[in-house]
């Protein structure tokens, strides 16, 4: 029994700890906004990380005002493409899609993901009826040559604020046409990062949970649990830490700053020297978030509205130096 100064090892929160359905992750739920009508989502490539020195933006920080080194994460953002809008209605079990209206000039690429439809406009829409407007896009790994699959990932962005009105007007004129990180969002914004992390397979107790080794002289072995529970109940109860897999979960990270955001024309600003690790030069837009993201590098990353957000006014950092070493080592 877990007591102050034995407490459990390692937080029950996500459990079970299951692979992720797939590697690219889902956005479940998304924020109400207020203001214009604009996109709530983008998504881009996970380059690697770097450092950066930059004026502390942090109010509440011992080292606020003054010029710190800080970690940061390199996100490759090239554009997406709307290839149609989806419809939403308010159903029984919440909203469902009642129509869809796809682009005509589809990429031929999409289709290796998705089988083609000859008659591409369904029913007639009528105002009334739409609860929620959302885009269908896909992305454009052909312009990354780091990415080994070149099979466009198809997924949905939400448009929020305004009315439903503007939203129908915005999306009507995004239709057929790419989108660009500044559509979602700018420098000194807060965003949320949704992503799966890196897998590292079935694993012990000692490294999936944290417990501790057991003493030297254990009959059997150290790397193990010292018991699966008491005799009653007369069950392994799913507290008991036991051996399973370890990473490829989908995870959120809220809050994250956008320090930089850099167009295609500025990347010797960022790439290093040799490459980034296990990825490359930046050939596309990019964005620096602060601190780490989850997932290998190659991995795609979904940025969303942050849905707890604490600051709503985005306020550019100022960077005065950033690293381009080799990341390869000595």
Do not use: C
Not at 154 to 178: V, Y
């Amino acid at each position: 029994m877990a007591t102050p100064h034995h407490s459990r090892r390692g937080s029950m929160a996500y459990y079970p700890r299951v692979r992720a359905k797939k590697i690219g992750a889902d956005i479940r739920s998304w924020p109400e906004i207020e203001g214009n009508a604009k996109i709530q989502a983008f998504a881009g490539y996970k380059v690697g990380m770097t450092h950066i020195q930059m004026t502390d933006y942090r109010k509440t920080s011992v080292t606020a005002g003054k010029t710190i080194m800080a970690p940061v994460t390199v996100v490759e953002v090239p554009p997406l493409k709307v290839m149609a809008i989806r419809y939403y209605e308010d159903g029984d079990n919440g909203l469902k899609i009642f129509a869809e209206k796809r682009a005509d000039n589809i990429d031929k690429e999409v289709f290796k993901r998705i089988p083609e439809i000859k008659n591409k406009n369904s029913k007639e829409i009528e105002l009334k009826d739409v609860s929620d407007v959302r885009l269908l896009v896909h992305t454009n790994p052909k312009l990354v040559p780091g990415i080994p699959s070149k099979t466009p990932e198809i997924f949905e962005i939400r448009i929020g604020g305004s009315t439903i009105e503007d939203r129908i007007k915005l999306a009507e004129e995004k239709l057929g046409k790419e989108l660009h990180f500044t559509d979602f969002t700018s420098d000194g914004a807060f965003i949320d990062a949704i992503s799966v992390t890196k897998g590292k397979g079935f694993q012990g107790v000692v490294k999936r949970f944290g417990v501790k080794l057991l003493p030297k002289k254990n009959r059997k072995h150290r790397r193990m649990i010292g018991t699966l529970g008491p005799w009653h109940p007369d069950w392994v109860r799913n507290t008991v830490p036991q051996a399973g897999q370890v990473g490829l979960h989908q995870r959120t990270l809220h809050n994250i700053r956008v320090v930089k955001y850099g167009k295609k024309e500025d990347i010797n600003d960022i790439n290093v020297k040799g490459g980034f690790l296990n990825y490359g030069l930046v050939k596309n837009d990019y964005v620096l978030l602060y601190g780490s993201i989850s997932g290998p590098a190659k991995r795609l990353i979904k940025l969303r509205d942050p849905a707890r957000q604490k600051v709503v006014k985005a306020e550019k950092v100022e960077i005065t130096y950033i690293s381009k070493e080799s990341k390869q080592g000595d």
